[in-house]
T-cell receptor, first 114, second 113 residues
C-alpha cells in the first residue's frame, strides 16, 4: 500500500513480557517518528529517526523502550518487561525529509498489557 | 507542562453551520501548526497546516487562522458535514532538532443532521 503500515493492529501481552511493534513507512520517506497515545490524550513523541540513526530519543519514557531502523526503512519499537502503564496506542509517522511539513501516520498498534 | 492545549473536549454543531475548533500554545519555538483528524481505530490524518509567518490558510471548506500575539489558532469548517464528525488534534512543530510535533488533547466534533 501507499501509506504507513503498522503491525500488529492489536497486541495483548502479559505484564513482564517483551513486545515488538513494527512500522513500514511510506517508501522514500527518510524521517520516521514513533508516538504514543494514551486514552483521552493527544499523541506524545517517543523517538525520531533520520535515516538509520535515532536522531532524538528524548521521548522514550525509560530504558525498557528501544527502537531500531537498521536499513533506514522499516522500524521496530521494542518494549521489555512490559507494565500495565505501557498500555496505549503506539503510532508511527513518516515524513519525506527535513524540508517536508506534513507527517503521515499509520493506523497505530493498540497495546494492552494485562 | 502542556505546551499545546485544546480546552474543549467536545463540540456539537448542526449540519450546514460553521464549526470552530480552538487551540492555544505556550511555546514560541514552533514554526508550523497542523490540524489532524482522527476516526476511531485509524491513525491521525493530516487536514491543513499553517506556517508561523502566515495568519490564514484556506483549503476548500477548511480555514486555519493563526494569531501569534495571542498564541492562538483556530480551525473553521464551513459548511459542516456529517462526515466531519471525528476527533480533531491541533499540533505544533518544533523549529529545532527533530521537528517533532507537540499535540493538543483533541476535540471531539459531532455534526448533527
Amino acid at each position: 500500500g501507499a501509506g504507513v503500515s503498522q503491525t500488529p493492529s492489536n497486541k495483548v501481552t502479559e505484564k513482564g513480557k517483551y513486545v515488538e511493534l513494527r512500522c513500514d513507512p511510506i517508501s522514500g520517506h527518510t524521517a520516521l517518528y514513533w508516538y504514543r497515545q494514551s486514552l483521552g490524550q493527544g499523541p506524545e513523541f517517543l523517538i525520531y529517526f533520520q535515516g538509520t540513526g535515532a536522531a532524538d530519543d528524548s521521548g522514550l519514557p525509560n530504558d525498557r523502550f528501544f527502537a531500531v531502523r537498521p536499513e533506514g526503512s522499516v522500524s521496530t519499537l521494542k518494549i521489555q518487561r512490559t507494565e500495565r502503564g505501557d498500555s496505549a496506542v503506539y503510532l508511527c509517522a513518516s515524513r519525506l525529509g527535513p524540508d517536508s511539513n506534513e507527517a503521515f501516520f499509520g493506523q497505530g498498534t493498540r497495546l494492552t498489557v494485562v | 507542562d502542556q505546551q499545546v492545549k485544546q480546552n474543549s473536549p467536545s463540540l456539537s454543531v448542526q449540519e450546514g453551520r460553521i464549526s470552530i475548533l480552538n487551540c492555544d500554545y505556550t511555546n514560541s519555538m514552533f514554526d508550523y501548526f497542523l490540524w489532524y483528524k482522527k476516526y476511531p481505530a485509524e491513525g491521525p490524518t493530516f487536514l491543513i497546516s499553517i506556517s508561523s509567518i502566515k495568519d490564514k490558510n484556506e483549503d476548500g471548506r477548511f480555514t486555519v487562522f493563526l494569531n501569534k500575539s495571542a498564541k492562538h489558532l483556530s480551525l473553521h469548517i464551513v459548511p459542516s458535514q456529517p462526515g466531519d464528525s471525528a476527533v480533531y488534534f491541533c499540533a505544533a512543530r518544533l523549529i529545532q532538532g527533530a521537528q517533532k510535533l507537540v499535540f493538543g488533547q483533541g476535540t471531539r466534533l459531532t455534526i448533527n443532521p
